[in-house]
DNA sequence: ACCTGAACACCGTTCAAGT
DNA sequence: ACCTGAACACCGTTCAAGT
């Protein structure tokens, strides 16, 4: 036998930190708690993260990772009507939202300098969005136009998740309506492009 | 003299909180450094609001408020173009947000239940927003667009407070085809309606 | 080489005792 | 009637000592 091999994992401790995180919030996520729940004590995690922080920034890491599965999977591809991907995205991301609340309001929270999860992850994420706006408005605006997609996605479920929508009427009609009015306004800011479109 | 008037106030700890909030992060807003920084000891603050809690949603609340002026002062009124009127109130929320961004993260921010601002609060504040959308899309669809405004405000400026746009490209461009696409997309969305627009 | 109990600083909160 | 020090439970983190 080699002395001691670990008896956790990052991986379990990310996992179970999410599970606490969705269940009963951020403030939840103590690492004792944390610990408990991987069968060790508090002590023992810092063999596996640096400190809470870290935790919590792992924590976003895997969420934004999870997103990056869930939009690839609800992407038809680059055949596909633009306007029917935009939708497939959105909703797929409202889905992931409806399910990990606390996950998708926390991808974009400001955790502190150097918390934030690696580029890489956020730009594979961001990727079919990229793709599905540059079908929407050319490539020299696809960037610009994902983040306005993004901003809207992830505004709108945070804003549900938080029950921020206490004003009456459905949310569903609202979400729809945010799609149906990006699709087409999108769509109408190519038309406006002042410079060559390249494809 | 009375025995022991309040050294204090509500007023002055709820924006001693919330400057604290902007200068060094909702983690730093405790009760320790709250009282300290209105002369008086963390015990207190219990005269005045009930837990730490209260105090972050009283925050939320006084954020909640400013917004709610800085959008009525920014809107030019019913008279005006209604695109210019989304212009004008998108440009004012999103100067709001960069002066304070984690007052601006707040606002929306899940703080569990019975934490959230009074509902007439976000009603004041939303007042313009639903104005100007009911102008776009007319009366029947003006909440649901109102949300959509919202979202895509609060989520662009909570990513750009939170420093996620990382792929580079001009983060005002991206706000500005916002706007443009928003604009446009309602408009064509009035049309679109199926029943009478009423007004 | 990882895990643990003990320890420390810090935080939220309560409360009896001051004025 | 508000303010305070003292106290308590809890939390993040470190570390020497186990195995």
């Known amino acids: 036998?080699?002395?001691?091999?670990?008896?956790?994992?990052?991986?379990?401790?990310?996992?179970?930190?999410?599970?606490?995180?969705e269940e009963e919030g951020?403030?939840?996520?103590?690492?004792?708690t944390v610990a408990s729940r991987v069968g060790v004590r508090a002590p023992s995690l810092y063999k596996h993260v640096r400190d809470r922080a870290a935790l919590v920034a792992a924590i976003a890491t895997d969420a934004g990772e999870e997103v990056g599965q869930v939009l690839a999977a609800a992407d038809p591809g680059a055949g596909s009507d633009p306007a029917a991907r935009l939708d497939g995205l959105a909703r797929a991301f409202r889905t992931f939202a409806r399910r990990s609340p606390r996950s998708a309001a926390l991808l974009f929270l400001d955790l502190g300098p150097g918390a934030a999860a690696p580029v890489e992850v956020g730009a594979r994420a961001a990727r079919p969005v990229v793709e599905v706006a540059a079908a929407l408005v050319g490539q020299d605006r696809a960037l610009a136009a994902a983040r306005v997609l993004t901003a809207f996605a992830y505004g709108f479920t945070s804003m549900e998740g938080a029950g921020a929508f206490r004003l009456g009427g459905s949310v569903d009609v609202s979400f729809d309506l945010g799609i149906a009015t990006l699709a087409e306004g999108l769509r109408a800011a190519r038309q406006t492009a002042a410079t060559g479109e390249g494809g």
């Not at 951020?26 to 004792?32: I, R, W």
């Open 1 to 21: 036998m080699s002395p001691a091999p670990s008896r956790t994992s990052r991986t379990a401790i990310v996992a179970a930190g999410r599970a606490l995180l």
């Open 26 to 32: 951020l403030d939840a996520v103590t690492m004792a």
